[in-house]
């Protein structure tokens, strides 16, 4: 009976850690295409300068985008709403078209900040 125990445990173990190591790999993942898709506008990373304020010509005027600390911050929790605004995002936000790895990879990092930034 030990024997089965200590048999499940290190299953579970195992299983938890392999978890981790997919989600580890899913953030890098999602940091590369953020700092290729997204850091042109956003902050992406800590190291990273603040990008310039992006143009909004309806209201003549030049916008500050947020830093994805501050995104992960608002859609704590919220990845559905995090992601249907990626998808379809509010002016001057131009509309997105990620592959589906490359949305859950950039949400998974966006997530991740919080704890990392």
Request: proline residues 7%; aromatic residues 6%.
């Amino acid at each position: 009976m030990i024997r089965k125990c200590l048999l499940l445990a290190s299953l579970l173990l195992l299983c938890t850690a392999q978890a981790a190591l997919a989600d580890t790999k899913e953030i890098a993942l999602g940091r590369e295409r953020s700092l290729e898709y997204c850091s042109g506008c956003h902050q992406v990373t800590h190291q990273q300068p603040r990008p310039e304020p992006v143009p909004f010509p309806e209201e003549d005027a030049r916008v500050v985008t947020p830093s994805f600390l501050a995104i992960s911050v608002k859609y704590e929790g919220r990845e559905r709403e995090l992601r249907a605004f990626i998808k379809a995002p509010a002016h001057p936000m131009k509309e997105q078209e990620f592959l589906e790895s490359d949305l859950n990879a950039i949400v998974a990092y966006i997530n991740s900040t919080e704890k990392n930034w």
